[in-house]
C-alpha cells in the first residue's frame, strides 16, 4: 500500500524531532558521555516516589475527575499563588494534564482556528513548532538574540504581529538557552498583548531552577494579563518527575473548560498515581528542590567557566539546565561541531539547528549530569577544540 497518501497531510509535513534522530546515534555506545537528554539526573525524591506506591498499595487504581484530583489542585492553586502571586478557583480554573506536553496541545488546539498566527521566541522547545502546525495553526518564529541573553524583546515581537496574529508562547526559563525575562520586558511584551488582544501560552516549567538574584516573575502576574494567559507548569524538572507525566494548565474558567472538553475525550485524566505523586511533591517535596537546583547552580558555573576558559563564547544562563555555546568561531557548523564531537570525543551534544534555524552556531548542552561526567565531557571537549585551532 502507498501509505504517503494515507498519512494527514499536517502530520506529513512536521519533522522529527532533531534530538530524536541525533540520539539515535548514541543508542548502545557506552562509551558516550551525553550532555543531550533535557531531563534531572537525580532519580524522583524518594517521599515523592513512596506516595506513588503507597497509592498503589491502597488500590487507589481509578480514573479521577477529568479536571483532576481536587486535593491537588488545591494544592497546586495554593503553590501557584505562592510562587506566581496570581489566584486560580480550583474547582474549575485549573486542569491537570498529562505533562506540560498535553497541556500545550491542549491549549493550541482549545485556542486555534485554521490558519491562525502563533508567535514564539526561537531558539525554543522542540514541541512548539509542530504542535501548532497539528492544531492547523501558523507558526510565526521571532529569533531572540545572544547579545540578548535570547530574551524576546518587545519590539522583535511588535515586527511580528498581524491581523492575524492570536497566540503569543513565552517560555521562560527558555529551553534551550536557559533564558529568562526581566521585568520591564515582560511588561513591554504585555502591553503588546494587550493592545493586539493576544492570548499567551506562558510555559513555566522551568521557573524553580533559577540561578541568580531576581525572582522568577509569571506574566500573567502583570496588570490585565491573568485574563489573558494560560500558566503551564509541571513537574517533570523542578521535582524530578519526568517519568510521572504530571503537567497543569491554569487559565480563567472558560479557557479550562475548553482544554478540558479535549482532554475528556482524548486522555480522560492523568494517572491516579502520578496525582498523588504530586500532591507529596507539593505539599513537602521544595526541600528537595531546592536541594536540586543548588546542585545545578554548582553544575552551571563549572560548565561555564570551562566553556570559557576553552575560549568558547558562552553566556551563563539565569535559568533551566541548559547552556547554549556559541560555536560560531571555530568554523564549524551546529551539526558538523556536534558529530565531529560525537565522533572524535564521544561526547554528545544536541546542534542548536534541533530547536529552530535561528539555532545555528550554537549547541545545546545539559548539564543535569553527573558532575564526573561533566569533568570528562569538559575535558574531551577542550582537547577537541584545540584540535580544531
Ligand atoms: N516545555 C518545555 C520548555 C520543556 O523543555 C519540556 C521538556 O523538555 C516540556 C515542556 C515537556 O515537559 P513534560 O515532561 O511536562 O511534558
Redesign the pocket.
Given at each position: 500500500m502507498n501509505y504517503e497518501d494515507k498519512i494527514a497531510r499536517q502530520v506529513a509535513a512536521i519533522p522529527r524531532s532533531g534530538i530524536r534522530d541525533f540520539f539515535e546515534l548514541v543508542q548502545g555506545r557506552d562509551d558516550v558521555i551525553s550532555l543531550g537528554v533535557?531531563?534531572p539526573d537525580f532519580a524522583t525524591p524518594w517521599g515523592i516516589r513512596e506516595a506513588a506506591i503507597y497509592s498503589l498499595e491502597k488500590g487507589q487504581t481509578s480514573y479521577t475527575s477529568n479536571l483532576g484530583l481536587p486535593a491537588l489542585r488545591r494544592s497546586i492553586a495554593r503553590y501557584v499563588e505562592g510562587l506566581f502571586g496570581v489566584g486560580y478557583d480550583p474547582a474549575g480554573e485549573v486542569l491537570v494534564t498529562v505533562?506540560?506536553?498535553?497541556a500545550?496541545d491542549l491549549a493550541l488546539r482549545a485556542l486555534l482556528n485554521p490558519g491562525d498566527e502563533v508567535i514564539y521566541h526561537e531558539p525554543c522547545?522542540v514541541?512548539y513548532s509542530p504542535s501548532i502546525t497539528m492544531a492547523y495553526g501558523t507558526g510565526v518564529a521571532v529569533e531572540t538574540k545572544k547579545s540578548d541573553g535570547f530574551s524576546l524583546k518587545p519590539e522583535a515581537l511588535a515586527a511580528a504581529i498581524t491581523p492575524k496574529s492570536r497566540v503569543l508562547m513565552l517560555?521562560f526559563p527558555?529551553?534551550p538557552t536557559g533564558a529568562t525575562a526581566s521585568r520591564a520586558d515582560l511588561e513591554g511584551i504585555a502591553k503588546l498583548c494587550i493592545e493586539h488582544d493576544l492570548i499567551v501560552l506562558s510555559?513555566e516549567?522551568?521557573c524553580e531552577l533559577r540561578y541568580d538574584e531576581e525572582d522568577h516573575l509569571s506574566i500573567a502576574s502583570l496588570p490585565g494579563m491573568r485574563e489573558r494567559t494560560v500558566l503551564l507548569h509541571?513537574?517533570?524538572?523542578a521535582f524530578a518527575m519526568?517519568g510521572f507525566?504530571?503537567?497543569y494548565a491554569c487559565a480563567p474558567q472558560p479557557v479550562i473548560e475548553a482544554m478540558m472538553k479535549i482532554h475528556q475525550y482524548s486522555m480522560l485524566c492523568a494517572p491516579i498515581m502520578s496525582q498523588m505523586a504530586a500532591i507529596e511533591a507539593l505539599e513537602r517535596g521544595l526541600a528537595e528542590v531546592e536541594r536540586m537546583r543548588q546542585s545545578y547552580q554548582q553544575r552551571r558555573d563549572f560548565v561555564v567557566r570551562r566553556l570559557k576558559g576553552m575560549g568558547i563564547d558562552c553566556h551563563s544562563p539565569g535559568g533551566a539546565f541548559y547552556v547554549f555555546p556559541d560555536i560560531r568561531k571555530t568554523g564549524l557548523d551546529s551539526k558538523g561541531f556536534a558529530m565531529q564531537l560525537l565522533e572524535e570525543e564521544s561526547v554528545a551534544a544536541v546542534p542548536g539547528t534541533a530547536f529552530g534555524p535561528s539555532g545555528e552556531g550554537f549547541l545545546r548542552c545539559c548539564y543535569a549530569t553527573a558532575f564526573e561526567d561533566l569533568k570528562t565531557a569538559m575535558e574531551r571537549m577542550e582537547a577537541f577544540v584545540g584540535r580544531l585551532g
Open positions: 533535557g531531563e505533562g506540560v506536553s498535553e500545550i522547545y514541541s517560555n527558555t529551553n510555559d516549567i522551568y509541571g513537574f517533570s524538572k519526568t507525566r504530571l503537567g
